[in-house]
């Protein structure tokens, strides 16, 4: 992609209520854009970025067993009244509206009653178990408080998992395998080493949930009660406090959806029984937040490879000089035939600019094409993690770019 084609710029400074340094530094960057508190919208940049995200976690759900569907956002009230999760006493966090006729509906703030409701169509014997439907799907919640950015929006996307299972040791297998592709998830996105696994209070759900902790001095405290400490055995003098994020949770839901929704299904012997549920969820915007929140230096953004906007920035130096151009144009060309992706900054402007915005955005491999260079037949290239610098001979550079992007 052409930097000039790209629609956002970076500028100097972000918003002056944005406090959030994840939000900070991705509008800066030009990833995303303010609405307003808790509301983003994302620009190319960062929508390059959720997507690769999006399509590390689908790989994973489907290696699990899971099925793709998407849920409506809009949600009918008769669905919520059956699980008790209508009324705005219950749920503080509802967005609500109406029709034109006044029939009153609710914006998605999770999933449950949705996939209750649609699976109640289809499943009616042991042979339609076990089943693991999911979405991505945006989703809307009235959050009291939202300066955290991105990782907590009052509208955010996530992925939501649903299992449906026959019996509890059905559904606790899937649970703990549902654990190792979290893990791989949370590694494949560069956060795993940093990611733990952590017991939770299942709030209404389940006595207990797992939660995925990215350890990082941003937000979030959970305080534990003494009953759950008590139950897992756990002295609360020896524990420590770290601050983290929680960038996904696992539930077993036991039949509390299953009840309300009459979600039954008939055994081989022909009795009936009520499904087991669970649900496991990540927020895909708070797990972008994370990474920025974690792996940013002073200079910028730093992307893992595995999900940078692009492999390779392209800097030409200068745009005026004819020379430069044409190879700036015929590398940018090589490499795209060689499906690598690469930003190539065709801009008009300063080299000192172009490095700055180029640290700012945080893409893994700069290459610069210069004049000098190219007299001596040779292109500089910089690592953004570690800032390394190294001279690349150009009959060199198309093995060297494929190895790193590899
Ligand atoms: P929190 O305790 O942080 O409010 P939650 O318990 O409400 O999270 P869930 O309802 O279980 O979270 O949602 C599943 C996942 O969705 C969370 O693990 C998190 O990654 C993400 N998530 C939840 N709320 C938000 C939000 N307001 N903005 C962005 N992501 C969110
Ligand atoms: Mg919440």
């Not at 500028?11 to 509008?27: G, T």
């Not at 299904?265 to 990474?291: A, F, H, P, Q």
């Not at 035939?337 to 300063?350: K, Q, W």
């Amino acid at each position: 992609m052409y930097q000039s084609k790209l629609l956002s710029k970076t500028r100097k400074d972000a918003p002056k209520d944005e406090v959030s340094k994840n939000a900070q530094l991705l509008i800066r960057a030009g990833f995303v854009s303010k609405e307003m508190a808790g509301v983003y919208s994302y620009l190319p940049l960062g929508l390059r970025v959720m997507q690769k995200i999006e399509d590390i976690i689908r790989d994973e759900m489907n290696k699990l067993g899971g099925t793709e569907m998407k849920t409506s956002i809009i949600q009918s009230k008769e669905v919520w009244e059956k699980s008790n999760r209508w009324s705005d006493e219950l749920v503080d966090n509802w967005f609500k509206t109406k029709l034109k006729n006044g029939t009153e509906v609710g914006l998605s703030f999770t999933n449950e009653e949705a996939y209750a409701n649609i699976l109640k169509q289809y499943i009616s014997s042991y042979k339609d178990l076990p089943v693991y439907p999911y979405d991505f799907k945006s989703i809307f919640r009235n959050e009291a408080r939202s300066k955290s950015g991105v990782l907590r929006g009052r509208e955010f996307y996530w992925k939501a998992l649903y299992s449906f299972s026959k019996e509890e040791n059905e559904h606790n297998e899937f649970y703990e395998r549902s654990k190792i592709s979290y893990k791989n998830i949370f590694d494949r996105v560069g956060i795993g080493h940093l990611t733990h696994i952590t017991f939770a209070s299942g709030g209404t759900f389940s006595k207990f949930s797992h939660e995925f902790q990215a350890v990082t001095p941003a937000v979030n405290k959970e305080v534990y009660n003494d009953e759950v400490l008590n139950s897992l055995g756990l002295d609360k003098n020896k524990l420590v406090e770290l601050k983290s994020i929680e960038v996904g949770n696992i539930f077993s839901l036991g039949t509390k959806f299953s009840e309300p929704f009459d979600l039954k299904y008939k055994n081989e012997l022909g009795e009936e029984k009520l499904v087991v549920m669970g649900s496991y969820g990540i927020g895909l915007g708070r797990l972008m937040g994370t990474v920025v929140e974690i792996l940013s230096d002073d200079k910028g953004l730093v992307w893992p490879a595995s999900i940078a906007p692009f492999s390779i920035h392209l800097i030409e130096i200068s745009s005026e000089n004819d020379k430069v151009k044409k190879t700036a144009e015929s590398l940018y060309g090589k490499l795209a035939e060689n499906g690598i992706e690469v930003l190539y900054d065709d801009r008009d402007a300063r080299a000192g600019e172009k490095f700055n915005d180029s640290d700012l955005i945080g893409i893994p491999l700069r290459i610069v094409v210069s004049e000098k260079g190219i007299e001596k037949g040779e292109f500089e290239i910089k690592e953004r993690k570690s800032g390394k610098i190294e001279i690349i001979k150009e009959k060199d550079l198309m093995e060297f770019v494929k190895k790193f992007v590899e």
